[in-house]
């Protein structure tokens, strides 16, 4: 089964609010990634999880807090966003073994 | 620093009218390069994956190549369903778990 889940699909939030995205896998991945994509461009990487544990922080401001409560899942904590932080956030996962990313559907993230 | 640069930005084909992408790369030392198949609003759907010069991959209507310098994504008899922007990334063995992605090509096949 090669799939990434990731709820909610669409989120509005102002910018006072705090609010999660998640993301699963049951793929035994040990590898999760966080990603922004803004209109037509590619996906920007912003954390990387291995085995559990951040391995790489793509300098993204700490508005933004990952978190890997287990191997399976991965959440995203928002506060205080920008209106400039709108677009589709991605999850994805990988086999340390392997470095093909499967990538989930997305989060569609409007901040008012 | 590691660079992917797609070709063309656009591409507009009849159903039917077989074409190419192109992605070229520079890269320390090749890991792997990856093709995805991206849908608007959705997540990349994995495709390929090309790990040395002269492999090349077939699925359905796509077959992908590799050389040291570039990749091609052919694409044989297409069908509007292959309408998508179809991403192109690399791994460097100097880049840990980071993947660098071209811009995308989008795709229009008409009917």
């Known amino acids: 089964d090669t799939e990434v889940t990731q709820t909610p699909k669409h989120l509005v939030m102002g910018m006072t609010n705090k609010k999660s995205l998640k993301c699963e896998q049951h793929?035994?991945?040990?590898?999760m990634y966080w990603y922004k994509q803004k209109a037509k461009k590619p996906p920007e990487l912003m954390f990387v999880y291995s085995y559990e544990k951040l391995s790489i922080n793509e300098s993204v401001p700490s508005r933004f807090s990952p978190e890997c409560p287990n191997s399976s899942l991965l959440n995203l904590h928002l506060h205080a966003l920008q209106p400039e932080d709108s677009a589709l956030y991605l999850c994805?996962?990988?086999?340390?073994?392997?470095?093909?990313?499967?990538f989930g559907p997305g989060t569609r993230l409007t901040v008012t | 620093e590691d660079q992917v640069t797609q070709s063309p930005e656009a591409l507009r084909l009849q159903e039917g009218e077989s074409s190419s992408l192109n992605c070229s790369y520079t890269?320390?030392?090749?890991?792997?390069l990856f093709w995805y198949r991206q849908d608007p609003g959705k997540g990349p759907e994995f495709l390929f994956t090309l790990y040395s010069a002269g492999e090349e991959k077939e699925k359905e209507r796509l077959k992908a190549t590799l050389t040291k310098k570039e990749s091609f994504l052919h694409i044989t008899a297409p069908k509007p369903e292959d309408s998508a922007t179809y991403l192109c990334a690399v791994h460097a063995w100097t880049s840990g778990s980071r993947l660098t992605f071209g811009e995308g090509t989008q795709l229009t096949v008409n009917p």
């Open positions: 994805a996962s990988s086999d340390r073994i392997s470095p093909e990313q499967y």
């Open positions: 890269v320390s030392g090749l890991r792997g």
């Open positions: 793929m035994g991945h040990r590898a």
